[in-house]
């Protein structure tokens, strides 16, 4: 029988890092299932191919960001049930996102497969990546499902303070997919083709796996089949705490979308080099991520339970810890970018347009250490409505005119391009830590009670 990991009480900086660290490397191993695909590609195919996984990828991430956001609203629900010490209810919590998602990845599955040309043409990918580009997301949008059900499974473990399971889940996944792509790139010259292929096939591999592990396990609370259906009430909390985390990152990765078809339209070079820049920036963003999602489920414990200062404390702890971390990876960043490149393109003119993108991204690097932490704190009280305004607030009105502004200046930087990302990432700071304030006159004014 699985048991609940309790955040509520004891100390706070130690389990929140030994519960961050799981999370930390399933997503860096996730992050590596498009990565590896860029890096074998790169290794064996042309520039063309490059810029098609990097624009294919980019589209299916942006997916998986979506679907991410929206278990979101699983992994707070669930939380906050444990917290308050409702197991019972939590089974149909369970029941009610399995039946959620369930329809979700039906529906994703046949919009992408017949939008995929559309979308190569929103992005507009480079005419000789065209074609390979529809070819990446056709393959990859026929495994939305198991995109869907690996996240659902993920915010159910991390709802129960679980965030091992997932990890050695995507970890095999992971091994398998770099697998998958030096036999069908490296070997049958699938190129584009095969680096999809190998991706879907890992993802069903990691979702298999943790079914096994939670029917050998089993759960800490009543669950049954009956549980699978429509409950009206907790399918609409789960939706209305997942639906703004999930059209925020929708919309922002909608923004970082436009500024790569920006990009794109600059050529080949450059659209190869900011794709290399971007896979980097996937794996550097991964700490404050991982603190955000660790703080979701630590602070949704705790406001069930009714312990918002210490919600507060394990606020400050990961916004520490993030920053220690992320000093170093700024460094690389910012003075290393040509070796980080070169992981993931032999071509000298890519490696020198990826690095000069990275010297802005090593900026945000720092300050997403304080934003992400907010996020997953004010995801946790359930306040996600907020998330959702200023996430849109800073994408639309910051990120994508400053871009677009700096791509006109000539000759085009792509530092200053870059630039746009730390712009609307100090907005965003500013934003949360008003409302912060706001919460904390809220809290002093009705006595701890926040309910939104």
């Avoid at 191993?29 to 990828?57: H, R």
């Avoid at 409950?231 to 997942?242: D, K, M, N, S, W």
Wanted: hydrophobic residues 55%; proline residues 3%.
């Amino acid at each position: 029988m699985a048991t609940v990991h309790s955040f509520t009480q004891g100390k706070i900086l130690s389990p929140l890092l030994r519960f961050s660290l799981p999370i930390l490397m399933a997503l860096l191993l996730q992050a590596m299932y498009g990565a590896a695909d860029l890096l074998i590609v790169g290794q064996f195919n042309s520039s063309a191919d490059v810029s098609a996984v990097a624009t294919g990828s980019q589209i299916m991430q942006t997916l998986t960001t979506v679907i991410t956001g929206l278990s979101m609203g699983t992994t707070i629900l669930l939380a906050q049930k444990i917290g308050q010490g409702r197991q019972k209810e939590a089974g149909k919590v369970i029941g009610s996102g399995i039946f959620l998602f369930g329809m979700i990845a039906l529906v994703l599955t046949l919009v992408v497969e017949l939008a995929a040309g559309p979308l190569a043409s929103l992005m507009q990918a480079p005419a000789e990546a065209f074609d390979k580009t529809v070819e990446y997301v056709r393959i990859c949008s026929a495994g939305t499902v198991f995109i869907v059900a690996y996240n659902v499974l993920g915010s159910i473990f991390r709802g129960l303070g679980d965030s091992k399971t997932p990890l050695l889940a995507v970890l095999i996944a992971c091994m398998l997919n770099i697998a998958g792509d030096l036999l069908f790139v490296g070997v049958f010259g699938m190129a584009t083709g095969g680096a999809a292929l190998a991706t879907v096939l890992a993802q069903s591999v990691s979702v298999i796996l943790c079914i096994w592990i939670i029917r050998r396990r089993g759960l800490p609370f009543p669950f049954a089949l009956s549980d699978i259906r429509f409950h009206r009430e907790l399918v609409g909390r789960t939706a209305r705490l997942g639906a703004p985390i999930a059209l925020q990152d929708f919309l922002v990765s909608i923004s970082f979308l436009v500024i790569l078809a920006i990009v794109n339209s600059l050529g080949v070079i450059v659209s190869a080099g900011v794709g290399v820049a971007e896979k980097l920036c996937a794996f550097i963003m991964l700490v404050p991520s991982a603190f955000s999602q660790a703080l979701s489920a630590f602070v949704g414990q705790n406001v069930g339970a009714g312990q918002h200062a210490r919600a507060r404390r394990s606020l400050v702890c990961g916004m520490a810890s993030s920053f220690v971390i992320s000093l170093f990876l700024a460094y690389l960043s910012f003075f290393h970018g040509d070796m980080l490149a070169r992981i993931f393109s032999n071509d000298d003119p890519v490696i020198l347009a990826a690095a000069e993108y990275l010297k802005a991204y090593a900026i945000d690097t720092l300050l997403v250490s304080f934003l992400f932490c907010f996020i997953g704190y004010f995801n946790g009280y359930g306040s996600t409505r907020f998330v959702m305004l200023q996430g849109i607030l800073g994408a639309f009105f910051v990120r994508i005119p400053v871009s677009f502004f700096m791509s006109q200046l000539k000759p085009v930087s792509l530092f200053l391009v870059g630039l746009a990302t730390p712009c609307s990432t100090s907005v965003q700071i500013l934003l949360c830590v008003g409302w912060f304030l706001l919460l904390l006159r809220r809290e002093k004014q009705r006595g701890g009670d926040l309910a939104q």
